[in-house]
């Protein structure tokens, strides 16, 4: 039997799964779940992979569960005709090393018409293609999304509103969802990120087989650890103009951060693809990259194999170049510091995997990365900085299982 489960699909059936409200028996409350337990580990004790920018450890040669396993619970009520309250909590691997539950959703929704509705309160953030079930992995192919694009940014929800308008255009059905609110996270190095005067727009286009998405998202970041204000107040002493130039251009104090990204999926049924191409541009510390991935497979009763190939890269930034030419070997030094903080992301992956639909809510997937990480470890790369330093240029294997459900 072929399963066909587009994204959007698997989102419906998570909808469905997650049992009737308030159409009959006046039970407006719905509760559903999802989650995974996945397992994984690397060809090598010399680097930690971990899957997200949220965490500060990874795995190694000895398997792990912490990169994937996750689980999540949503309530939602529907007290009349039109609207709908959704609280949506979550237990996964946080910078602390700890499985604390985390409120990812709490939002009120009201339809205004038939095509167009609004959303106030805690949202997820619809900064790539699968960002609104982004964490529910029954619903993607893969093991997991591709990190060199998806760990880009590690927000995934954003305090504030959004409008959602639905039309029909021929044939095609078009969703436009502009949004504008502030988000927080905790990342790596200890460092607390706030993204204020957040605006963005998103455009989903479905015809047929085919669904085109383009968003943009723009805000203010500012970003703060122990380490780096210790560096940057460290910096400012210095009574040096380039290096006054240099900590200015660094800090990350209500800087403009800007995202931006284009895809598209094909799932007749049988064969399936989807492709994103994302921009990351920020005027401060935090390198501007760009990333892309191509991913495909084909269906074989329950069985669906798949290939994945992606790449991120960080942009050449002259920051320090200034103080390269400066007579101190210290500020020499400092240049090629930042230049060197600033061109960190840089790797690319080849993967294979194959997902059993085992169950009608139950997936298991096995999945292998080659994972070559071109330049950099430590600030902006992916893999944790508790690494050997001759590290630096190694390719890596990634060995994943993982068992996804919904209830």
């Known amino acids: 039997m072929i399963v066909r489960l587009t994204p959007l699909a698997g989102a419906l059936l998570f909808a469905t799964l997650s049992t009737a409200y308030a159409d009959d028996a006046g039970n407006m409350f719905k509760f559903s779940g999802f989650g995974t337990v996945g397992l994984s580990k690397t060809s090598t004790d010399e680097a930690e992979f971990r899957t997200s920018y949220l965490t500060s450890t990874g795995t190694k040669k000895s398997a792990d569960f912490g990169p994937d396993t996750k689980l999540g619970m949503q309530l939602e009520i ?15 691997k946080n910078r602390d090393g700890n499985y604390t539950p985390e409120v990812e959703w709490a939002n009120g929704k009201v339809a205004i018409n038939s095509q167009l ?6 949202i997820g953030a619809p900064v790539f293609m699968i960002s609104d079930f982004r964490s529910v ?24 509103v959004d409008l959602l308008w639905k ?57 703060h ?44 049924g049988s064969w399936v693809a989807q492709s994103e191409y994302t921009q990351r541009k920020s005027d401060s510390f935090l390198s501007n990259s760009k990333a892309w991935y191509l991913s495909g497979g084909y269906r074989i009763g329950d069985f669906t194999p798949y290939v994945v190939t992606s790449k991120v890269t960080s942009e050449p930034n ?7 030419s400066s007579p101190s070997p210290v500020l020499q030094a400092l240049g090629k510091a930042s230049m060197a903080v600033l061109s960190a992301l840089n790797q690319h992956t080849n993967s294979v995997g194959v997902r059993w ?18 330049t950099g470890v430590g600030y902006g790369s992916i893999f944790t900085n508790r690494v050997n330093p001759n590290f630096q240029g190694s390719a890596v294997s990634v060995y994943s299982v993982s068992v996804d459900f919904l209830f």
Not at 117 to 122: C, E, F, I, N, Q
């Open 225 to 268: 650890s122990p380490q780096l204000d210790q560096a940057f107040g460290t910096m400012h002493k210095v009574p040096v103009p380039a290096v006054q130039d240099t900590v200015s251009q660094l800090e990350a104090v209500d800087k403009k951060s800007s995202f931006w990204g284009l895809g598209a999926t094909y799932d007749d």
């Open 318 to 324: 002259l920051v320090g170049v200034p103080l390269l």
């Open 117 to 122: 509705t609004a959303r106030a309160g805690r």
């Open 167 to 223: 039309q029909s255009v021929g044939d095609a059905f078009l969703t436009i969802q502009p949004y504008m609110g502030r988000s927080k996270a905790k990342v790596n190095f200890d460092m607390d990120v706030d993204l204020k005067n957040l605006q963005g727009i998103n455009a989903t286009l479905e015809y047929n087989s085919w669904s085109f998405r383009a968003g943009y998202t723009q805000g203010k970041i500012t970003a």
């Open 78 to 92: 529907a007290p009349t005709q039109g609207v709908v309250g959704t609280i949506q909590v979550l237990s996964q």
């Open 357 to 374: 639909n085992a169950a009608t809510n139950l997936a298991v997937k096995a999945q292998y990365d080659r994972i070559s990480t071109d």
């Open 137 to 160: 992995n029954y619903v993607n192919t893969w093991v997991r999304p591709p990190i060199d694009v998806y760990a880009q940014v590690p927000i995934s929800f954003f305090d504030g």
